[in-house]
């Protein structure tokens, strides 16, 4: 069994409380990003894409209880960033586990192996390792030569040392099915507790933009994928998600099921999507209009998606319905899924000629120096310099400027918020600005990393190994 019974139990009985207080909207799990900082610079995320003060910022241990405590939930899911580069994460993990919230640490495993002595084994703590495939398909995912192996030691000695892991993989369009399911049993051999998996979502800052796949093309994807299963694989999810991937099910996004806590606050809407951020959960849950997301909202930023972030939670209330009983239970019994087409379509697959490759994202406008005086511009600016991942100027009436990073803005009110470069927080009013400034560098300008990329092919070309492709972010 991939998930210990006090476990289940645990998320049975909470789930169960929150249906008999007849709550439409709880979470499930919470998504605690204690920094943003990393020490990869993966293809497919666009996590690290902040100027240097924003990527020197970590949330305190204190901060992080009160998150977990303000929400109430079961489940604590630490991704980051890399929650490892954290100083303080060994005191964050052992107060989670006090307070007996189940708590997956996510990570790249660079650092898994040396920090191991930082942490007890416990029913209550799991490192969720980031695997994305095979050895070249991992590396060339992750940017970095030689990074499979060193997860898949840290995989192993942490098993060895008695504690939980699993693994978290993303499927990007374009991967050799095959190579998918060799890499399951290759995780089974490691000795994983069970494996989470879950499609390349389309994150417009994400650096590569062209192996993000549509939602029936995803469904076609896993039919191959989870269809015919071995029968050693053991998934860490619920099976009724597994299901909706396949295209077997069809659910509905429940974005609040796994809300996301980090320096800026609680993100609006989801962990992925960022529309704003409130100061409490309760302000998050009230103030989100959740109407305007998800798959069956119309809203284009969410036609492809099918993450777990948005979709698992669903499944797993769905559970807790009459034939959400008969439907798990019959998943849980019936797990091969046995599928003659998808087995005769993975049989007639070729092996891509080449793997996946890189792809850079399309130009971003560099707004570096451009100003806009308050006017007729100025909402219309405020727009852009939210989407802008760069430091901004505001020089106010008063002639008094404030440098730093808009990370919210609320058009209702007519006030945006900013990050400052000392450290605090402010709220401006439209009225008050006299000009805006783009004044640092976008760091999710696809320039940027086309030089990334262009570095790293000609290490590797040297004869380089080990190769850490990582971005200069902190100044």
Known sequence: MPVPASQMWTVASYVLRQKLKGRKRYPLVLMLE?????????????KIQYPGHILKRELTPEECFRAVEECGVPTVAIPGGEPLLHPRIDEIVRGLVARKKYVYLCTNALLLKQKLHLFQPSKYLTFSVHMDGEKEHHDLSVCMEGGYEIALEAIRAAVNAGFRVTTNTTVFEGVDSQSVRAFFTEMMDAGVEGMMVSPGYSYDKAPDQRHFTGRERNQAMFRKILSNRDARWRFNMSPLFL????????????????????????????????????????????STGWEKYGYESGNP???????????????VDYTFSLPGVFATVRAMLFSR?????AQGQIAAEKAPASLVQIASMADRPTLKGADIAAGEQLAEGLEQAFDYRGDVTITLDTGECIDGYIFDRDPARSTMRILTKTGGKSTVKYADIARLSFTGRDMADGRSWDAWVRKYAERKASGEKNIELVPETID
Do not use: V
Not at 248 to 259: E, F, I, S, V, Y
Not at 264 to 285: I, S
Not at 301 to 315: D, F, P, R, T, V
Not at 337 to 341: G, I, P
């Open 243 to 286: 299901e909706f991937l396949m295209g077997k099910r069809n659910l509905q996004c429940t974005a609040w099921g796994m809300p996301a806590y980090g320096i800026f606050g609680w993100q609006k809407p989801c962990y992925l999507l960022q529309d704003g951020y409130a100061d409490t959960f309760r302000e998050l849950l009230d």
């Open 337 to 341: 899924y046995r599928d003659a087409e």
């Open 301 to 315: 930023k969410c036609a492809n998606c099918m993450l777990h972030s948005g979709y698992e939670a669903s499944a």
């Open 34 to 46: 204690p920094l943003y900082r990393c020490n990869l610079a993966c293809a497919g995320c666009g």
